[in-house]
């Protein structure tokens, strides 16, 4: 960086020249966006993004009324009951205790026999290639 001192005069008024033209453009760069222009030297300012757009304000919150929450509420009760098809809870059939449970159904040992040699076969297929 060149010392104040080592520059000539006609550099000394060229430079002053420039500072005077930069902030001029800053004011009306400001003037602009209605911002205020800065009065720091140039030097010394940061560089900042100024959006040119302002943002955009806070979305309102949407309120629902509690009659509207109601009918949608009983909207979608309907719905699952449709799909659900389930009866009236007190149109409820009674229920017969005397009846006996379904017998659990078995396997007979030829059943898991065939099984077991398809099963065998598949396998020595499958190994064959």
């Given at each position: 960086?060149?010392?104040?001192?080592?520059?000539?005069?006609?550099?000394?008024?060229?430079?002053?020249?420039?500072?005077?033209?930069?902030?001029?453009?800053?004011?009306?760069?400001?003037?602009?966006?209605?911002?205020?222009?800065?009065?720091?030297?140039?030097?010394?300012?940061?560089?900042?993004?100024?959006?040119?757009?302002?943002?955009?304000?806070?979305?309102?919150?949407?309120?629902?009324s509690?009659?509207?929450?109601?009918?949608?509420?009983?909207?979608?009760?309907?719905?699952?009951?449709?799909?659900?098809?389930?009866?009236?809870?007190?149109?409820k059939?009674?229920?017969?205790s005397?009846?006996?449970?379904?017998?659990?159904?078995k396997?007979?040992?030829?059943?898991?026999?065939?099984?077991?040699?398809?099963?065998?076969?598949?396998?020595?297929?499958?190994?064959?290639?």
């Amino acid at each position: 960086m060149n010392n104040i001192l080592d520059i000539s005069v006609t550099q000394l008024k060229r430079a002053v020249a420039i500072k005077e033209q930069i902030e001029l453009l800053e004011s009306e760069l400001a003037s602009m966006l209605g911002t205020t222009p800065s009065l720091a030297p140039v030097s010394a300012v940061t560089p900042t993004v100024t959006p040119a757009v302002a943002p955009a304000p806070a979305k309102k919150k949407k309120v629902m009324s509690s009659a509207a929450r109601a009918k949608i509420s009983a909207a979608a009760t309907a719905r699952w009951a449709k799909l659900k098809k389930t009866p009236v809870p007190a149109a409820k059939a009674p229920v017969a205790s005397t009846a006996e449970p379904k017998k659990k159904r078995k396997l007979s040992p030829e059943g898991r026999a065939r099984i077991v040699a398809a099963a065998k076969a598949r396998w020595a297929a499958k190994k064959k290639g």
